[in-house]
Each structure stands twice: as structure tokens, then as C-alpha cells.
């Protein structure tokens, strides 16, 4: 079955960090860009950012620039998001995508056709 399997999600205090990771499942993506997506109770998706899958290129939303670092480790087969100086309004269920050979256009929907379950990440005091 192909899926992606995420983890590392949970509960941190606003300042604190968190690594999510994001593996694939029954398939290869060393070719495919990944993208990380999050959503929060009664908002849009949003895109958080995306890395390439050459030169490890990476592109992040506003809100997360400067906070958050997108890796990618092939000797691992993962995909990480670090997430820094968190905030509360970063508290949403975060999923990582993939299928797509580019980051370039990332945030349209159905530019990835292959979606993680999705972790929760709560940032509260």
C-alpha cells in the first residue's frame, strides 16, 4: 500500500520546538519534491513549505519563514520539519505530500497526490 507515515508531533510550549518526520511507504521518492501542509479547526490548508528533490531547494510560507527548516535525509528515506519558536497559532495537524517532481506550484491543490495522516501539533502554555 503506498501512503506516507508520519510522526514526532505532540505538545510544546510557545518558544519551544518540534521535529515531525515523514517516510514513505511502499514506494521510492527519491525523485519527488515533498511538501508539509498543516490545517487548523475551522481554517484553510496551509502550505508550510516544500523541498526539492535535487539540490534539496527549499521554499516556506510567511508565517513559518525564519522558524522552520525543511531536510531531507535519503540515507534515512525522510523527510523532516523543524519547527522552532513555535507559536500558538502554528497548533493544527501538520501532513506531509508528495508526487510531484517539483515544489513549483506546491500550494495548488492537487499539486500532490500522495498525503501522510496527518500528526497533531499543540502549542499551548
Known amino acids: 500500500q503506498v501512503q506516507l507515515v508520519e510522526s514526532g508531533g505532540g505538545l510544546a510550549q510557545p518558544g519551544g520546538s518540534l521535529r515531525l518526520s515523514c517516510s514513505p511507504s511502499?514506494?521510492?521518492?527519491?525523485?519527488?519534491?515533498v511538501g508539509w501542509f498543516r490545517q487548523a479547526p475551522g481554517k484553510e490548508r496551509e502550505g508550510v513549505g516544500c523541498?526539492?528533490?535535487?539540490?534539496?531547494?527549499?521554499d516556506y510560507g510567511n508565517s513559518v519563514k525564519g522558524r522552520f527548516i525543511i531536510s531531507r535525509d535519503k540515507a534515512k528515506n525522510a523527510v523532516y520539519l523543524q519547527m522552532n519558536r513555535l507559536k500558538p497559532e502554528d497548533t493544527a495537524v501538520y501532513y506531509c505530500?508528495?508526487?510531484?517532481?517539483?515544489?513549483?506550484?506546491?500550494?495548488?491543490?492537487?499539486?500532490?497526490?500522495?498525503w501522510g495522516q496527518g500528526t497533531q501539533v499543540t502549542v499551548s502554555s
Open positions: 511502499g514506494f521510492a521518492w527519491d525523485y519527488y519534491a
Open positions: 505530500a508528495t508526487g510531484s517532481f517539483k515544489c513549483l506550484g506546491y500550494r495548488h491543490p492537487g499539486h500532490f497526490g500522495t
Open positions: 523541498i526539492g528533490s535535487g539540490d534539496g531547494s527549499t
